[in-house]
């Protein structure tokens, strides 16, 4: 029987404070009837963890951060057991079921697991038994957690939302912890812009067809590049602006009704104007997360090695670190927090 302790180190968002506050002694809580504890695995570090911390959203609640995550069951609640969730197996976690308003019977976005509500960045984590999706045999708990948040809303965005068919060429924007798996699902011809050289060349090892800067892409789109769908991790004014004029050349495929589709959550306003849309037919989604269907996909596609995660370890005291280094742009592909030895 696994030792349980009373209280773990846990790294929480304090409004107003920029940096995780470590508590060395954060209460691990009572499980209720439908919870279940486990030990934190592995918790991906997410760019809209830096949105977080930065108060944009002017959320007064402190709790632990962390919302892409895998763990090993510990403990089960009163009512779990015949849920057929099992102690000492890894799981990862669902944020939501892919509705942000939560009236699907999941929550609601920003009061979800580590949006809102305790989340990974500490030793354990606790959720409903509802969220948890066993991790396939031969998929490591740091590829487990990404597939929770990067997995998810990746796929969803391309599958679902972009709905990207074959012969369809799609252009990515930003190759970070999302891009570099959207690269993979999306297989066909893939167009990515990313400023940094290093992303560059991981979209191209991942498959894509061409990879830009700003300036190359500002030269193709001038030259008249086109594509049918545009996928954005970044979302700012100067990645819509050139998403739209990808798009808006389009008249070779109008049938296919252009698709910009809007991932990266980003405070920046965007500038355009509604004769451009109108006329252009371009259709604006947005989108965060995914349904269990889109988890349950993305770890299989890496069980089965269809899809390769870029990921790096980095150890849970250290989260402040990392977050500083999302904010400078430094890291490749995803880095997630371990625990335990
Ligand atoms: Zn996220």
Not at 108 to 121: E, H, V, W
Not at 166 to 195: E, N, P, R, S
Not at 215 to 242: E, P
Request: glycine share 8%; proline share 4%; with cysteine.
């Amino acid at each position: 029987m696994t030792h349980i302790p009373k209280t773990m180190l846990a790294a929480r968002i304090v409004p107003g404070n920029e940096r995780l506050v470590l508590d060395k002694a954060y209460p691990i809580h009572e499980l209720k009837d439908n919870e279940v504890l486990l030990k934190m695995a592995a918790a991906g570090v997410c760019h809209s963890d830096v949105t977080l911390l930065s108060g944009v959203t002017l959320d007064t609640r402190t709790y632990v951060l962390g919302h892409e995550a895998c763990g090993v069951v510990v403990k089960l609640g009163s009512d779990v057991e015949k849920h057929h969730i099992h102690i000492g197996k890894l799981y990862s976690v669902l944020i939501g079921d892919g509705c942000t308003h939560g009236i699907n019977g999941g929550p609601a976005l920003f009061n979800s697991f580590g949006i809102g509500n305790d989340g990974a960045f500490a030793e354990y984590f606790i959720v409903t038994f509802d969220l948890l999706v066993p991790v396939p045999a031969g998929v490591p708990p740091a590829v487990a957690a990404i597939a929770s948040d990067a997995g998810v809303t990746a796929y969803n965005a391309v599958q679902d939302v972009a709905q990207v068919k074959q012969g369809d060429k799609v252009l990515i924007f930003g190759i970070g912890g999302l891009g570099h798996l959207a690269v993979q699902y999306a297989k066909h011809f893939v167009y990515v812009c990313d400023f940094k050289p290093a992303a560059r060349q991981l979209a191209l090892e991942l498959g894509a067809t061409e990879a830009f800067d700003w300036i190359q892409l500002n030269t193709k789109l001038t030259a008249g590049f086109t594509v049918d769908t545009t996928i954005d991790f970044i979302s700012t004014n100067q990645s819509f602006t050139a998403a739209m004029s990808a798009l808006q050349h389009n008249d070779v495929h109008f049938v296919s009704k252009p698709r910009l589709v809007l991932v990266g959550a980003n405070p920046e306003n965007l500038v355009f104007s509604s004769l451009s849309i109108v006329a252009s037919g371009v259709q604006i989604f947005g989108r965060s997360c995914g349904p269990r269907s889109a988890l349950v996909a993305a770890l299989d596609l890496f069980a089965k090695g269809i899809v390769r995660a870029h990921v790096s370890e980095e150890r849970l005291e250290n989260v402040n670190d990392v977050i500083d280094q999302l904010r400078s742009s430094e890291i490749l592909g995803r880095k997630v927090l371990v625990a335990h030895e």
